[in-house]
């Protein structure tokens, strides 16, 4: 069954044992629940604890990284110390919004790097307009285990994700009719290191456009990613699982 390492149920107005069971009817049979502060990172747990095949993350997004201070630092790695905190963040650097400032942005995300390496779990990052930035500071902190979430970047950053061993993963948005840099992207990633998300309730492909994003939707990016790739539906349920279990070793 599909992995969906992204997603946000914290989020949605639909009750989040209703969301895993539509889900699971739709062939995706893990969520991943990604935090984006001390509370909805708390709430993620609470729903890995209450839902099999849910799984949560810890971390605290760039766009409210003024806020990462001790108190939610603190918090953050108390949940990393849980077992169905699979990952770390996300975290990472958004130059295009700026809700927080770059400075700022660069500091938690070291941090972010530092508990990711100190935990062993899997940093989850997001870029936007800060590719440069973000590369530089994941070599020079030696971020390990790094899933770029909704991958955006051109053919480039692709290669050079597939070159430094990062996970490149891929959104609703490959499947819009303006997004051919992504596809072009997704057609030169790393094979073995694909993984699908939705990034709910954001994001939602191409025919449901309009309406909030669901972790059941994944099916039709795996479709559209296959399609890329010359491969098959099935065949890309299979790779991309894989990859997921080897993004997120926690995963069972």
């Not at 992204?6 to 639909?14: A, I, T, V």
């Not at 660069?106 to 940093?123: M, N, P, V, W, Y």
């Not at 972790?215 to 997921?244: C, G, H, K």
Request: net charge negative.
């Amino acid at each position: 069954m599909a992995v969906d390492t992204h997603c946000h149920p914290f989020l949605m107005e639909e009750e989040p044992g209703a969301i895993a069971a539509r889900a699971r009817e739709a062939g995706v049979g893990r969520l991943v629940c990604v935090g984006i502060d001390p509370e909805s990172s708390q709430a993620s747990l609470a729903m890995a604890e209450s839902l099999p095949g849910v799984f949560a993350t810890a971390g605290v997004h760039p766009h409210s990284a003024s806020a990462f201070d001790r108190r939610a630092g603190a918090i953050v790695e108390e949940l990393l110390a849980h077992p169905l905190v699979v990952g770390v963040g996300e975290t990472g650097l958004d130059y295009y919004r700026r809700l927080s400032p770059p400075g700022d942005q660069r500091r938690a995300f070291r941090d972010h790097i530092a508990l990711s390496r100190e935990t062993g779990k899997s940093l989850v990052v997001h870029i936007r307009d800060a590719w440069e930035d973000a590369f530089a500071i994941l070599s020079a902190e030696g971020a390990d285990r790094v899933v770029l979430h909704c991958f955006t970047g051109d053919e480039a950053a692709a290669n050079e994700a597939a070159v430094r061993g990062y996970f490149t993963s891929f959104a609703g948005n490959l499947t819009y009719p303006g997004a051919e840099t992504i596809r072009r992207a997704a057609a030169v990633a790393d094979g073995s290191r694909m993984l699908l998300e939705t990034d709910s309730p954001f994001l939602p492909p191409q025919t449901h456009r309009g309406a909030p994003n669901h972790p059941a939707n994944i099916i039709e990016t795996a479709s559209v990613l296959a399609d890329i790739r010359s491969m098959n539906l099935d065949q890309m349920l299979r790779v991309t699982t894989a990859a997921a279990r080897s993004a997120f070793p926690l995963i069972v």
